[in-house]
């Protein structure tokens, strides 16, 4: 593995960004992590198609990052590459005749319910105030149980390094689940059309302030995290069980299970990403002995 050789073969590149030893914590909800080897910023499908036959020669691990909501990084970094969706993939493209958006994984998911808002069209409330990316969000099915993005989905185009191709899915070809797609891991969304449908612009307004009202209501938004923590057991309520754990409020060094919602894992300040491993750990043995439960989580790791 050679991070000199992937810089040297992709130094000139006008639509690639290529820096060393960048700090993760700039790039996670959680302020957290250490460097990753190296940050690359794929401005085209082109520039992706390249870093990545680049990286495969060398035998350089790589992961895609969107903004980093869900994502926890260990302290001494990741000693491959950390990849991320430029200017190409954060547009998007609205029909008013058929109400789509066509939108790249990169676009944030705050500006597509803004537009699909101003647009006059409904289906994207329940995503008000949700942090990260179209691409982030489609890959894990973000939402609650009663609404999540998949719902609207009508396609999806990915690229399958394996196969060194570009695909398509429509929504009947992925299985969606709580939190979970059937995509395959290891195919990267580069752009998703979402179906919504005309709708009152002052009616889709007040479920959206209902909405952020409530997250305001039951969330720590005022401190740096990773949203939920865990997914929550078929037919439970992961945060009241640990809650009933006596765990809210607890805390090791700058981590701390949030006294607002117990399935927030917070940054209170001055937190390692050790710190916050470790309050996961005790929560995930605590319930498991209590409930004889295996919580699964939703956050990712990187360089653990």
């Known amino acids: 593995m050679s991070s000199?050789?992937?810089?040297?073969?992709?130094?000139g590149a006008s639509d690639i960004d290529v820096v060393e030893a960048e700090p993760l914590r700039r790039h996670t909800t959680y302020r957290l992590g250490g460097p990753a080897a190296l940050y690359?910023?794929?401005?085209?499908?082109?520039?992706?198609?390249r870093a990545l036959e680049v990286l495969d020669r060398e035998g350089m691990e790589w992961v895609i990052l969107g903004k980093g909501s869900n994502l926890l990084v260990a302290d001494a970094g990741y000693a491959g590459a950390v990849i991320t969706l430029g200017r190409e993939f954060s547009r998007f493209v609205t029909d008013p005749d058929t109400c789509t958006i066509s939108a790249g994984a990169g676009a944030l998911l705050s500006r597509v319910v803004n537009?699909?808002?101003?647009?006059?069209?409904?289906?994207?409330?329940?995503?008000?105030?949700?942090p990260?990316?179209?691409?982030?969000?489609?890959?894990?099915?973000?939402?609650?149980?009663?609404?999540?993005?998949?719902?609207?989905v009508e396609e999806i185009r990915v690229f399958s390094p394996a196969e060194g191709r570009l695909k398509r899915?429509?929504?009947?070809?992925?299985?969606?689940?709580?939190?979970?797609t059937s995509i395959p891991r290891n195919e990267i969304i580069l752009e998703a059309k979402l179906r919504l449908a005309p709708g009152d612009k002052g009616e889709i307004n007040a479920l959206m302030e209902k909405s952020l009202a409530r997250r305001r209501r039951t969330q720590p938004l005022g401190?740096?995290?990773?949203g939920s923590v865990f997914r929550n057991p078929d037919g439970m309520h992961v945060g009241k069980m640990i809650e009933e754990c006596g765990l809210k409020g607890f805390s090791i060094g700058g981590a701390q299970v949030s006294p607002v919602h117990a399935n927030f894992i917070v940054n209170t300040?001055?937190?390692?990403a050790e710190d916050v491993a470790r309050v996961i750990q005790h929560v995930y043995a605590t319930v498991r002995e209590a409930y004889g439960?295996?919580?699964?989580p939703e956050v990712k790791f990187l360089g653990f």
Request: with cysteine; net charge negative.
């Open 169 to 180: 899915y429509g929504y009947e070809d992925v299985s969606w689940g709580y939190r979970t």
């Open 115 to 130: 537009e699909a808002y101003s647009r006059g069209l409904t289906g994207l409330e329940f995503a008000v105030g949700v």
């Open 132 to 152: 990260g990316t179209l691409g982030g969000a489609v890959s894990m099915n973000a939402g609650t149980r009663e609404a999540w993005i998949g719902s609207v």
């Open 223 to 226: 401190k740096p995290s990773c």
């Open 4 to 11: 000199f050789n992937v810089i040297m073969a992709l130094s």
């Open 269 to 272: 300040g001055g937190a390692t």
């Open 293 to 296: 439960v295996e919580l699964q």
């Open 40 to 49: 690359l910023t794929c401005h085209s499908y082109h520039a992706l198609r």
